[in-house]
C-alpha cells in the first residue's frame, strides 16, 4: 500500500531555516499537504502543492516537490519558537477520487534560542 | 461559523466497556472522515461517510469498530469491548459537498481515548 516516510526529529536555533523532508510512494498522488499539530491540539493545515508543481511559497514556507525521487520538503524560514510543533507530510491516495489521506509518522521539530 | 467540533474531548473507559465518539462536522459539509492517531504515529485512515451511508471503511478494524453519520446529528464512531490496544486520539475531519480531488479535509480537535 501507499506509505510515507520521514524522520523523527528536528532541531534548530530560533532564526534559522528549518527543512523537514518527506518521502512518499505513491507516483500518482495528486495534491501533497503539510499539516502541523501543536500539543493536544487537532491537525491545521499549512499548506499545499499539486502535483505538476515543483515550488510553491506562502510567506515563510516553502515546499519543493520532487516528483521523479518521490521527495517533498518544507522549509520554514526565521523559524520562531512558536513554530515548535509536529509537522506531518501527507498524501492524497490516488484511488477513489476522494481525499483519503495517507500521513507520515511526523516530525517533532524543537526551536531553541 | 464554528469549525469541526467533536466531544467528549477525553474519555477513559475500563476494558470491556462501550466508547461512543461524536463529530459534529462544520456547518455545510456532508463528507465526513476518521483517522486514528496512536501514540508517535501518524494519523491511520479509518472510515469516509456521507450522510446516511459509509463510502470507504477499509482502515477500520472488522471486529468491535462501527460508524454512522445519519441524516441528523452528527458522525458517531462507536468502539464495542474496548481494549488497552484502543487508547489514541481519534480525529475526525469534514469537506464540503463538491467531492472533486484535493478539496480540503478539516480537522476537529480530536477525542483521546485512554483504556485503562
Known amino acids: 500500500g501507499e506509505d510515507v516516510e520521514q524522520s523523527l526529529f528536528l532541531s534548530v536555533r530560533e532564526g534559522d531555516s528549518s527543512v523537514i523532508n518527506c518521502t512518499y510512494t505513491d507516483s500518482s498522488s495528486t495534491y501533497l499537504y503539510w499539516y502541523k499539530q501543536e500539543p493536544g491540539a487537532g491537525l491545521q493545515l499549512l499548506t499545499y502543492i499539486f502535483s505538476n508543481m515543483d515550488m510553491k511559497q506562502d510567506q515563510r514556507l516553502t515546499v519543493l516537490l520532487n516528483k521523479k525521487d518521490k521527495h517533498l520538503s518544507l522549509r520554514i524560514a526565521d523559524t520562531q519558537t512558536g513554530d515548535s510543533a509536529i509537522y506531518f507530510c501527507a498524501v492524497l491516495s490516488g484511488t477513489g477520487g476522494y481525499n483519503k489521506l495517507i500521513f507520515g509518522a511526523g516530525t517533532r521539530l524543537a526551536v531553541h534560542p | 461559523n464554528a469549525g469541526v467540533m467533536q466531544n467528549p474531548r477525553h474519555l477513559v473507559r475500563r476494558r470491556g466497556q462501550e466508547a461512543r465518539l461524536r463529530c459534529s462536522p462544520m456547518k455545510g459539509h456532508s463528507h465526513v472522515y476518521w483517522y486514528r492517531q496512536l501514540p508517535e504515529e501518524g494519523l491511520k485512515f479509518m472510515v469516509y461517510?456521507?450522510?446516511?451511508?459509509?463510502?470507504?471503511e477499509s482502515g477500520m478494524p472488522k471486529e468491535r469498530f462501527s460508524a454512522e453519520f445519519p441524516k441528523e446529528g452528527p458522525s458517531i464512531l462507536r468502539i464495542q469491548q474496548v481494549v488497552r490496544g484502543d487508547s489514541a486520539a481519534y480525529f475526525c475531519?469534514?469537506?464540503?459537498?463538491?467531492?472533486?480531488?484535493?478539496?480540503?479535509?478539516?480537522f476537529g480537535p480530536g477525542t483521546r481515548l485512554t483504556v485503562l
Open positions: 475531519a469534514s469537506s464540503p459537498p463538491r467531492t472533486g480531488v484535493g478539496n480540503e479535509q478539516f
Open positions: 461517510l456521507q450522510k446516511e451511508n459509509i463510502i470507504d
